[in-house]
């Protein structure tokens, strides 16, 4: 990967112009949307070919690429491209079916545009631009076309033209404009977002795994997120609740919310705050800590690795991944509560694994946030890779550190924008609450 230079960075955008949406009356009520694991059966994705180690091993090879990826946090961010979960909504009017992946670590919502000069097999229609009406490009006079990162002006169209490059070198090249996003079915949509910026690509190329994505949905914390541009209307919030999934049994529908279904009550309700750190496209939490058993490991007494918002929360990360000198104490103190010989990882992704090893045996690792301790059972800390061997989901890694995906599941995990706070309460998400 290059250095993490400006023009590998997602563009921030005065916030003048922020899109004016029309709303459904859903709106009022808060909405929800499925939000599908690429590797369940529900997904466009699933290749019943692969087995579920097969799965498992693409998806740590996703996580090491993306921490990999990351640069230091008081430098520009780019992230990989590769997310673990999906959106479909529809843009233009008429409505074209679009299949994004959603990335809470990026910014831009793009799609690839006709006319092609290169992208990447997909098997629904590729957008074209010149058949809707509600398609307008930005002017090279537009405050959006000054901003500092990725923006660029075509003299000739006289419109404004991106460029986002991912650390696994995929990248889109085309048009900013603003367009019609619409949630729901073609016929009768739950949600209309007017006016909302997005990346119209006419170049992209890399990594795209498969024939049925057409781009990325941007749920990161910058100014041109579509979270950022739902803005008030939503009030700063969202929340998902990921479902567990093993190989005996398939992985159910998620959901993501927003507005006031993402609101998470309750008495067991943990609250901790985001860290305030550049880029704004990254939700930097503190994390004081991490015990397994009664055995804590305190970050404030290892070298250069406390700081306020010292990890990203990410859901398109699988494995929580640590810097080797923390990781390395972390797996000595799980060593020291599991009485048992090791086993090397049959996929050769993960470093501590059991053979049979039973739920009953495996601790309580407690994540110590700032305002909060978040308690992980068997299922966020240990994962199947073989019928019958268990591995440690945690892994090193010398990116940023990420608490992943696996650590979330059966969690209700909101994001307050407005109150710039992160909230997790204990779940059972298979029943798919709200």
Not at 83 to 109: H, I, N
Request: net charge positive.
């Amino acid at each position: 990967m290059e250095n993490c230079v400006t023009h590998f960075s997602f563009f921030i955008i005065s916030a003048i112009l922020v899109s004016i949406f029309a709303f459904t009356k859903a709106m009022s009520n808060g909405f929800s949307i499925d939000f599908i694991h690429r590797d369940s059966p529900n997904s466009p994705f699933y290749d019943p070919s692969l087995s579920f180690t097969e799965r498992m091993n693409n998806s740590f090879h996703r996580s090491f690429n993306r921490s990999s990826n990351l640069c230091s946090p008081s430098s520009i961010i780019v992230a990989s491209n590769n997310g673990e979960y999906l959106m479909q909504f529809s843009v233009g009017t008429p409505p074209v079916r679009t299949l994004g992946v959603a990335d809470t670590g990026s910014d831009l919502t793009w799609t690839q545009c006709l006319p092609c000069k290169n992208c990447f097999k997909q098997q629904n229609r590729i957008f074209n631009p010149t058949k809707s009406s509600t398609y307008k490009p930005l002017p090279c006079g537009s405050k959006m076309c000054h901003a500092t990162f990725s923006t660029s002006c075509n003299r000739t169209k006289k419109t404004c033209g991106y460029q986002v490059r991912y650390g696994d070198d995929s990248y889109s090249v085309g048009d900013l404009a603003t367009e019609t996003i619409r949630f729901g079915s073609l016929k009768k949509a739950q949600v209309v977002l007017k006016n909302t910026v997005i990346g119209c690509g006419h170049n992209n190329a890399g990594t795209f795994s498969g024939d049925k994505e057409s781009g990325i949905v941007g749920l990161g914390g910058g100014k041109f997120s579509l979270i950022s541009q739902m803005g008030s209307s939503i009030g700063g919030k969202f929340s998902y609740c990921l479902a567990p999934f093993t190989q005996h049994s398939p992985v159910p529908k998620s959901k993501i919310h927003f507005g006031t279904n993402a609101i998470v009550l309750g008495n067991k309700v943990v609250i901790t705050p985001l860290a305030k750190k550049s880029p704004a496209t990254y939700y930097f939490l503190t994390l004081e800590g991490v015990s397994v058993g009664k055995k804590r490991l305190d970050f404030r007494q290892v070298a250069f690795s406390y700081e306020e918002g010292n990890i990203i929360l990410d859901s398109g990360t699988v494995l929580t991944m640590f810097s080797p000198e923390i990781y390395v104490k972390l797996e000595a103190m799980v060593k020291g509560q599991i009485k048992l010989p090791t086993v090397a990882d049959p996929i050769g992704a993960l470093s501590l694994c059991y053979k049979s090893l039973s739920m009953e045996k495996i601790p309580i690792i407690t994540m110590h946030f700032k305002g909060g301790d978040v308690k992980l059972g068997p299922l966020n800390t240990f994962v199947e890779t073989s019928d019958n061997t268990m591995c440690f989901a945690f892994a090193a890694s010398y990116g940023v550190p990420i608490y992943g995906n696996i650590a979330q599941m059966n969690f209700m995990v909101g994001y307050d924008l407005k109150k710039k706070r992160i909230s997790f309460k204990a779940a059972d998400c298979s029943k798919q609450l709200h």
